[in-house]
């Protein structure tokens, strides 16, 4: 029996990066046995920043090859995107009408986005965390599979469930976030979160010779300054990577010889780089195969789609009955 419904979502923003695997999907490949879990590729989300619809559908058709390719098992887990589930949209407009804008106002995130785009600040932009508490709660999440950057609106989701269920009645549970052991990758530059945004990233599908050239030119602990320097680990994001790839005897090794000068960034890179390919490796070969099999990812979105929407239904009904609309909704 699982112990619960659980979603959570990734942009089709391209590609994805190690960031989001670590941050994210690998907690959503453990927990699938455990949940029954629903995975969003989330494109209305990626609508509140400016995109081309020529290349929306390559985009999507990408990211369910890297959650496939990364280890989501459609047997167990269900895969969807979200547009074709209207109840994500009818459920928002809801939660629209019982958060208050200072809300949304405060959300990190939307200051960061409005002043990388200061002349596409738009409503989706503002209302993206409504749309993403819809999301959370149209599954009745228990816990949510996140990086970092998400607690504040996973914060926001539980304020909303607690004013609909206080305005309506016990509905909807209050989702946890479950985060794994590293929660957070910086980019190359050592002091943005890793981000598609800012270009910063080393991509799942990346070759070992590509990654190279990024790693060995990623900003380590900037104290240290020449070979000879004891460096601290704790403040470079190199060993944070390794912390996310690495096997226990190199992390304990390298965070040594790096506080004692034993070797120098390039060869705390070197191991870094082995165990990083030998994760993205595997993965890469899947990606490989599933580009070339369109009709089963299709299949597998369809499906998908017919199996959330069974559970989004039913939420609905359940909502409409709280606002006393059931009536005309049978
Ligand atoms: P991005 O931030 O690259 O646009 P998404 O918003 O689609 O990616 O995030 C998908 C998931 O990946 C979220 O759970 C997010 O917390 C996680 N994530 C994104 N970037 C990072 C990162 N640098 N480190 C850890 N987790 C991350």
Redesign the pocket.
Known sequence: MPKGNLF????P?GRL?I??Y????RNMIALQDDYQCIYGI?DYHAMTVPFKPEEMETRIFNCAVDYLAAGIDPNKSILMLQSTVSEHTELAWILNTITPISWLMRVPTFKEKRQQNPDYVNMGLLDYPVLMAADIILYKSVIV??????LPHLELTREIVRKFNAYFGETFPEPKEYLGK??????LDGVN?????LDNCIYLDEDEETIWKKLSTAVTDTNRKRRTDPGNPELCNIYTMHLAFSKEEDIDYCARECRSAGFGCLDCKKILLQNLYATLKPIQERQKELRNKPDYIYEVLRSGTIRAKRIARSTMEEVYEKLGIKKFHQ
């Open positions: 959570s979502g990734i942009q923003s990066h960031g989001n670590v941050g994210a999907m989330v599979p996140v990086g970092e950057d998400q590293v929660t957070k990758i910086l980019g979160k890793m981000s598609k945004s």
